[in-house]
């Protein structure tokens, strides 16, 4: 079992920057891909970025790619979404999630309680 607990959400104005984390407990945690997922009022729930138990694989949606950047401290069992250039449609609560093995899937095995970001314009 995994428990995952996000912080670093509030509220930061168009071009801002947040860093969120995800602290990850539990057996083996590093072994676990982390995504971070996102989602907005009225809308579906999407994935944002996903990270390797090495960091061998990283990957990002379309959306974030250039302003988004994921990376993760095994030694803390703690992954980072680093948030630049944030914009209004990023309005969201982000949440991480974990799946044992190097890949993330839409259907993950454990989730956080979710972390609020809201960009004001």
């Known amino acids: 079992q995994v428990q995952l607990v996000e912080s670093g959400g509030g509220l930061v104005q168009a071009g801002g920057s947040l860093r969120l984390s995800c602290a990850a407990s539990?057996?083996?945690?590093?072994?676990?891909?982390i995504g971070w997922f996102r989602q907005a009022p009225g809308k579906e729930r999407e994935g944002v970025s996903c990270?390797?138990?090495?960091?061998?694989?990283?990957n990002y949606t379309d959306s974030v790619k250039g302003r988004f950047t994921v990376s993760r401290d095994n030694a803390k069992n703690t992954v980072y979404l680093q948030m630049n250039g944030l914009e209004p449609e990023g309005t969201a609560v982000y949440y991480c999630?974990?799946?044992?093995?190097?890949?993330?899937?839409?259907?993950?095995?454990?989730w956080g309680q979710g972390t609020q970001v809201t960009v004001s314009s």
């Open positions: 999630a974990a799946r044992f093995g190097a890949y993330c899937r839409a259907e993950m095995t454990y």
């Open positions: 539990g057996n083996n945690a590093d072994y676990y891909a």
């Open positions: 990270i390797s138990p090495g960091s061998t694989r990283i």
